[in-house]
């Protein structure tokens, strides 16, 4: 029983690593509602953890990463990847000249939009498990971590559909829950 778990969690990192292809299930979609509380929760990881938190996001059988998503973390100031869990090849190396399909540049728009309450950017990317490129929508928030400026986490829904103006309603809701009780 113990072997078959292991192999399940091993195919799990597989898939969402990309090494096998084939559609996302709908229910094995992150939402935004995901994203942002999975970004949030991280910025406030790193703030009591600060850089020694690192190495957890780069596990990618670890608590940063669900469904067909995940929180990596980046220094806009020292353009750099601090830790990603699907793409350990990125860490340590430059980031502000990754761009998509379409010439934007990723990670410079991110950094614009990370001040608090954070800000979502939407570009072309690889779906895990995917072949194609898809639209994929990043939330991003500046981390408070001692002694390093620049810091931001982010997190990725794959959405066709969701409006921009849906996706501010989302970080509204959250960062300011007065607005939108729970009952």
Known sequence: MNGMIKTFAAIGVLLGAG???GPVMAADAATADEAVAKVQAAARYLQGKGASGYADFNNASGRWVWKD???FVFDCRQDRMVAHPMRPDLVG???MQITDNAGKYIFK????VGASPG??????WQKPGA?????KI???LAADVSFASGIHVGAGIYDDKI???ELAKVVEKITDPTKYPAH
């Open 138 to 140: 990043t939330y991003t």
């Open 119 to 124: 800000g979502w950017v939407e570009y072309a």
């Open 163 to 165: 409006t921009m103006a």
């Open 131 to 135: 072949g194609a490129l898809s639209r």
């Open 109 to 112: 728009e991110l950094c614009k």
């Open 19 to 21: 090494f096998f292809h």
């Open 93 to 95: 190396r430059p980031i």
């Open 69 to 71: 998503s995940y929180v």
